[in-house]
């Protein structure tokens, strides 16, 4: 079974409200960009193409124009929420984790905010420090693909995919991990305890995939179940504009789902998984290469 305590999370959701209501605020505020977005191109598209011989088919295409004006918008803004929304609710969490007492409202957020230009002073090194952490984990990925190439073995490309996929699965929120030993560390040299936090994790990789599994499997299905409930309310939006927006409904009810998973579902795993991490390596030492690779 699962060695994190839910009902603690749960409870970190609770005394950190401030910051599950401003992520709210921002990942909801996201999906009414798309939403708008998506269905004021297909209007536009539907209306080009309304008269003639197009019949309004042009409405899946400027849906699709303005679905990709979103994600560009978003793409451009990640900087920003990475810095003021996800590294804030990791910093307070941490506190919380070390038995502090947090502020309450608008003062929690000023709080974070405050602790996370501590250690960053400005977003675009925290932006590079958790791009190079995600580079690092795409290449741990890739080492464990690589393996049915030096292999030769009849079946072993299906066992390295599903192997391959446990490991993607365990390396979901290793960098708010890392994020949040850097934190808790009062780190003046992120770079390096960022790497000592990975070989921490390394070193204890046997629980943290086995817990990150179920955390997986966990906030898998949530995501699934609010789809579900989502696809309601999307057919109704797209039902309103004109044309044939039918897959639209689709990815609004995934837009949505994923809304309510990056506000509400992510920050409950963040603390289930820093509970065994900081556990885990309370008290241990970082061993060399050739002293973990001997208990692999």
Known sequence: MWDFNLSGAFDAMRRTAPFVIARMLVYFGISILYILSTGVGGALGYGVTAFGKGAGGGAFFGALIGFAGASGLLYWLR???????????????????????????????????????????????????????????????????????????????????????IVRMSLSYVDEIILAK?????????WETGRQALVLYAQNYKLMIKNAVWLW?????????????????????????????????????????????????????IYAYMQIYFKAIEGQTLRYPHEFLLRL
């Open 79 to 165: 900087e920003t929420i990475l810095y003021l929304v996800k590294a804030g609710h990791v910093a307070v969490l941490v506190r919380l984790y070390e038995g502090q007492v947090l502020p309450d409202g608008r003062s929690q957020i000023e709080y974070a905010i405050g602790i996370v230009k501590e250690r960053f002073t400005e977003s675009t090194v925290l932006f590079a420090l958790d791009q190079l952490i995600k580079g690092v984990l795409r290449m741990i990925g890739g080492v464990v693909e690589g393996v049915s190439t030096l292999l030769p073995v009849p079946g072993l490309d299906s066992l390295v995919k599903v192997l391959n996929g």
């Open 217 to 269: 499997l966990f906030t898998a299905l949530l995501t699934l179940l609010i789809f579900l409930l989502m696809l309601g309310p999307s057919f109704a939006i797209m039902a309103l504009i004109p044309g044939k927006l039918g897959f639209w409904a689709f990815v609004t009810a995934f837009v949505l789902a994923w809304s309510v998973k990056m506000a509400l579902i992510e920050p409950l795993a």
């Open 182 to 190: 850097i934190i808790r560390d009062a780190s003046t040299n992120p």
